[in-house]
C-alpha cells in the first residue's frame, strides 16, 4: 500500500479507491432526491435516459418509484407504500401546500389545460405576473379577501416556482409585473384531472359565497 501511495505522489494523482464504486449516474439520482429533473438541464437528462433502468432499480430498492415523462420532459419520485396506513421510508420530503399555493397552482393548471387546448403553435405556455394577477381577479370577482390574494401574490409566486411548478425567465424589462415564468408541465402529475376539478368546484363555491 505505501508503494501504492508513493506513486500517487510522484504521478501528481490522487488515489480514491472510492472512485471505481461510483455509478456514472450517481450524479443523476442525487439530483433527483433534490427535486424534480426537466429536460433543459441537458446533461443530467441525457444520463437519466442512459442509464433508466439503473436509476429505477436502485430507487425501487429503496421504496421510491421513479417517475419519467419523456413527452412532457420532467422525472420525479414517488414514494412508495409500504403498508396499508399509508406509511413511507420517509425519504423524499412531503411539503404541505397552504391554501393560497394551492390556488395559484389550481389556477395555473387550468392556464395549462386551456393552452394545450387552444394553442397547437407554441410548446411551452409563458405567463407575467401582471397576467396571472388577472386570471385571478377574474376569477375571485366577489371574493372579500382577492386584495389579500393580490397584495401577497410575489410571494406565492416565488413558493410555487420553488416547488419546480414555474421557471422565471430573464426580462429585458425592470417591472416586476413583467417577469416572465414558463408553466412546468410537472403540474399535471401533481394535479391530475379530478383532483383539478376537486378543487375549481370548491374554489367556485367560495367565490360564489
Known amino acids: ?6 506513486e500517487a505522489h ?3 494523482t490522487a488515489y480514491m479507491p472510492q472512485a471505481a464504486r ?5 450524479r443523476c439520482a442525487a439530483r433527483l432526491l433534490r427535486g424534480p429533473l426537466f429536460d433543459d438541464e441537458e446533461e443530467l437528462w441525457h444520463k437519466l435516459s442512459i442509464y433508466k433502468t439503473e436509476l429505477i432499480m436502485w430507487f425501487e430498492q429503496i421504496a421510491v418509484e421513479l417517475i419519467i415523462d419523456q413527452r412532457d420532459g420532467y422525472a420525479y419520485l414517488k414514494q412508495l407504500e ?3 396506513k ?8 412531503r411539503r404541505p401546500l397552504s391554501y393560497e399555493v394551492t390556488l395559484l397552482c389550481v389556477i395555473l ?3 395549462l389545460d386551456e393552452f394545450e387546448l387552444n394553442d397547437t403553435s407554441n410548446r411551452n405556455l409563458y405567463i407575467t405576473r401582471k397576467l396571472l394577477r388577472v386570471e385571478l381577479e377574474t376569477f375571485f370577482k366577489e371574493k372579500a379577501n382577492r386584495m389579500k390574494l393580490i397584495k401577497e401574490l410575489n ?3 416565488e413558493e410555487v416556482a420553488e416547488l419546480g411548478y414555474l421557471k422565471k425567465l430573464k426580462t429585458d424589462s425592470s417591472a416586476s409585473e413583467d417577469d416572465r415564468f414558463e408553466v412546468r408541465r410537472i403540474l399535471k402529475a401533481r394535479f391530475d384531472e379530478d383532483t383539478l376539478q376537486y378543487f375549481l368546484t370548491q374554489m367556485k363555491d367560495e367565490a360564489s359565497a
Not at 461510483?22 to 450517481?26: D, S
Not at 399509508?86 to 420530503?93: D, E, F, R, W
Open 1 to 6: 500500500m505505501s508503494n501504492l501511495f508513493t
Open 10 to 12: 510522484q504521478s501528481g
Open 22 to 26: 461510483v455509478q456514472p449516474w450517481a
Open 82 to 84: 409500504l403498508d396499508d
Open 86 to 93: 399509508g406509511n413511507t421510508v420517509g425519504l423524499v420530503q
Open 109 to 111: 393548471r387550468k392556464m
Open 155 to 157: 410571494r406565492y409566486i
